[in-house]
T-cell receptor, first 113, second 121 residues
């Protein structure tokens, strides 16, 4: 079955520290992979996406993610976290039938001053 | 980038009434729109896929008669929660695919609306 797993429900990091959010997927075909960020009470904003090509993907707000097919992973990284990065982060894989996305459970990021 | 709006951003209604939520693609034509439901501290649950001019496709377990979806034009889809009850209180988010004219792609990126907070008293 197709699925996305984000093993960490909640992560706390200090401002200025590096960040890595984990995402593992199970998908039969070549996946399209996405990371979204959601601030409280808001919709989702796309951080970055991987369709093909270079497995290291650069996104907005200084985020990057690396697709590792052998590990079925697409971890999100940022070298230096800012307080404004505190939010919920969702990993997603697609396309499923009809172009649908499958979302992970989300990881809540808290940033300590 | 492509912009998707939702209206209203929040709504409070009495139990037994119906509520309509609009989802609009502001600067592109959306051949497909998706409706999600999100409970606090949880992920997005896909409710249905809406294609312009045809009936929506509902996910397993979603009541078609309770959550009426209409996609009357390439820029507007509506979700009507009929006879709402407190358990329908949730955050509803729509997304839209930007179809590329003359280009057949296995996937078009989804753009998400800001969400609608529904509270049923």
């Amino acid at each position: 079955a197709q699925s996305v797993t984000q093993p960490d429900i909640h992560i706390t990091v200090s401002e200025g520290a590096s960040l890595e959010l984990r995402c593992n997927y199970s998908y039969g075909a070549t996946p399209y992979l996405f990371w979204y960020v959601q601030s409280p009470g808001q919709g989702l904003q796309l951080l970055l996406k991987y369709f093909s090509g270079d497995t290291l993907v650069q996104g907005i707000k200084g985020f990057e993610a690396e697709f590792k097919r052998s590990q079925s992973s697409f971890n999100l990284r940022k070298p230096s976290v800012h307080w404004s990065d505190a939010a919920e982060y969702f990993c997603a894989v697609g396309p499923n039938q009809g172009g649908k996305l499958i979302f992970g459970q989300g990881t809540e990021l808290s940033v300590k001053p | 980038g492509a912009v998707v709006s939702q209206h209203p951003s929040w709504v409070i209604c009495k139990s037994g009434t119906s509520v309509k939520i609009e989802c609009r693609s502001l600067d592109f034509q959306a051949t497909t729109m998706f409706w999600y439901r999100q409970f606090p501290k949880q992920s997005l649950m896909l409710m249905a896929t809406s294609n312009e001019g045809s009936k929506a496709t509902y996910e397993q377990g979603v009541e078609k008669d309770k959550f009426l979806i209409n996609h009357a034009s390439l820029t507007l889809s509506t979700l009507t929660v009929t006879s709402a009850h407190p358990e329908d209180s949730s955050f509803y988010i729509c997304s839209a695919n930007e179809g590329l004219a003359g280009y057949l792609s296995s996937y078009n990126e989804q753009f998400f609306g800001p969400g609608t907070r529904l509270t049923v008293l």
